[in-house]
Structures are given as structure tokens and as C-alpha cells.
């Protein structure tokens, strides 16, 4: 199982990023994939999640400005995230999630947003 972020980067109050996550070494369109994020000194943070299908679901902090997605013939999963705020700074990493209740057992190695002017 690999999963490898792409699309981190610095961006100012107000912008946007679209992040990635390729997937390979397991069927992608059978497991919950999560968003997780870690800010500079503090713990995880749940981001967002989605199913093989329509069910997804957002952290409060994030809702109405990120939206997950995935492409299940693509083995890829991403994260729009727009409007972005100093306090979205973060290493954000995809997880393979075993049950839609933050049953991770794979992470990527994460990418770096940080949101600065």
C-alpha cells in the first residue's frame, strides 16, 4: 500500500489549493479515504472523509470552504480547499480509513500548506 500527497505549497489569506493523493497496492474504490491534518506544536486533526460513493463528511473548522472528492478510476483522492485561513496552516496527510470511523491503518508521508501573507 502506498499513498503519496501532492500539491502542498504557501499561499496567502483568501486562496486556494487543490491537494492529492495517488493511491496504489489496494482496491481504492473499496475503502473510506480520510483527510488528516497536523498543525505546527499540536495533535491530529480530522479533516474531512468520503466513501466509494456520496458519503463524505467535514470537520466544522472546514466546512463550506474544502470539499473532498476522489476519482476511483484514477486511484486518486483530493482536497479542494478554498478560502484559506492562516489557522489551515498544516502537514495534511491522506489515510486509508478501515470503517469510516478513523480506523487508519496507512498514511502518506503528507504535504505542507501554509497559508501566510
Known amino acids: 500500500v502506498q499513498l503519496v500527497e501532492s500539491g502542498g505549497g504557501l499561499v496567502q489569506p483568501g486562496g486556494s489549493l487543490r491537494l492529492s493523493c495517488a493511491a496504489s497496492?489496494?482496491?481504492?474504490?473499496?475503502?473510506?479515504m480520510s483527510w488528516v491534518r497536523q498543525a505546527p506544536g499540536k495533535g491530529l486533526e480530522w479533516v474531512s472523509d468520503?466513501?466509494?460513493?456520496?458519503?463524505?463528511n467535514y470537520a466544522d473548522s472546514v466546512k463550506g470552504r474544502f470539499t473532498i472528492s476522489r476519482d476511483n478510476a484514477k486511484n486518486t483522492l483530493y482536497l479542494q480547499m478554498n478560502s484559506l485561513k492562516p489557522e489551515d496552516t498544516a502537514l495534511y496527510y491522506c489515510?486509508?480509513?478501515?470503517?469510516?470511523?478513523?480506523?487508519?491503518?496507512?498514511w502518506g508521508q503528507g504535504t505542507q500548506v501554509t497559508v501566510s501573507s
Open positions: 489515510a486509508r480509513d478501515l470503517d469510516g470511523w478513523s480506523a487508519y491503518d496507512y
Open positions: 468520503m466513501n466509494s460513493g456520496s458519503r463524505i
Open positions: 497496492g489496494f482496491t481504492f474504490s473499496s475503502y473510506y
